[in-house]
């Protein structure tokens, strides 16, 4: 049974008591952390030389059992992600490790990227290896088809006020069609299905005696929605992330890289040859970005979130360009062109 929605102030003080009771501190105070796209929020609490992280997950929006489930999960296959120190499942409040602030995102450039991405590829290759996923919920055809239509609603007809005609509609689908068919192909693993720059934490090595090197482990976090699903999704997730970009013969370089890793690993029966792997993780990052369209359009018009609509650009200059490069879409390619036009797809969402 889920718990009723509170009223903001309400949740805000049952919050701030829990976090008191649990650390039996009375004068504790909490601030602001990070929030993410769902209505899950985090808060620092300050105890002494010691810093918390207070998870708020109201039930009957967010339920806070996936997250725990697969924390322990990925726990226990000797990935970082936060030690749970106390929690209130009815309630949806979780007292958990703070992993610092210290995103990939910011502190990602030309001369970090190589050890962070090194770090984040070395935690991939343990999660896909190491941890069990079959008893996930399948990220199937069903599931893929249900993604690609936020295109249509939220970004061309909501964001740009476009229609398709039924002849545009026929090359939709064809595109649809092809990006499925590569994603089903793939053998199939744990898919955290949002391993990017904002998820992962730059943990100092410092802290972890194990560590051989700065960032050697990664803080993992926002994993609740993982599934059963292809290899390449969160490869590609990280290396096309949508909140920053490199240049495409490094990124290529960085994908066969992980390929021939996985060559070593069990998995490696599975893996196809340079060619058909990149075309899928081309094609399975082209899905997902086809996806991100409609999600962030739907962030800003449905729950109010416009924060993500600057990154509106990038995300659609991804689709542009591997569509672009494949001939069976670029009549796909070609139609987004046309939608888009000149227009600055960040600026026109407010109208």
């Known amino acids: 049974m889920t718990s009723p929605v509170e009223a903001p102030g309400d949740r805000a003080a049952a919050r701030l008591a829990w976090a008191r009771q649990v650390l039996g501190n009375d004068r504790l105070g909490l601030a602001p952390a990070s929030a993410d796209a769902s209505a899950r929020s985090y808060w620092r609490a300050q105890d002494g030389d010691r810093s918390w992280i207070v998870m708020d997950s109201p039930p009957a929006q967010e339920d806070p059992r996936p997250w725990l489930a697969i924390d322990r999960r990925l726990a226990a296959a000797g990935l970082h992600v936060p030690e749970v120190h106390a929690h209130d499942l009815q309630r949806g409040f979780l007292l958990i490790e703070d992993l610092g602030s210290g995103t990939y995102l910011d502190l990602l450039d030309d001369t970090s990227v190589d050890a962070l991405y090194g770090a984040a590829l070395q935690a991939l290759l343990r999660m896909q290896t190491a941890v069990e996923a079959r008893d996930l919920p399948a990220y199937d055809r069903a599931f893929l088809t249900t993604e690609l239509e936020l295109m249509p609603e939220w970004f061309l007809r909501r964001h740009l006020g ?86 495409e013969r490094r990124v290529e370089a960085w994908a066969e890289g992980y390929r021939r890793r996985l060559l070593e690993t069990p998995r ?34 449905r729950d109010g979130k416009s924060g993500y609509l600057g990154d509106l650009p990038r995300v659609h200059r991804y689709v542009d360009a591997v569509a672009g490069r494949h001939p069976e879409l670029q009549a796909f390619a070609s139609l987004l062109r046309r939608y888009v036009g000149g227009r600055d797809l960040g600026a026109i969402a407010g109208r």
């Open 268 to 301: 490696g029966a599975g893996i196809p040859d340079q060619a058909r792997f990149l075309r899928w993780f081309d094609l399975m990052g082209l899905q997902r970005h086809v996806k991100i369209l409609g999600i962030f359009c739907r962030l800003h018009y």
């Open 162 to 247: 476009c229609t398709p005609s039924c002849e545009e509609w026929d090359i939709l689908e064809n595109a649809f069609t092809i990006l499925l068919q590569a994603a089903l192909e793939q053998p199939r693993c744990f898919v955290h299905r949002d391993y990017h720059s904002r998820n992962l934490l730059a943990v100092d090595a410092g802290a972890d005696p194990a560590a051989d090197a700065p960032w050697q482990n990664p803080g993992i976090i926002d994993f609740q929605g993982a599934m059963h699903g292809p290899i390449t999704y969160d490869l590609v997730s990280l290396l096309r992330d949508c909140y920053i970009a490199w240049d």
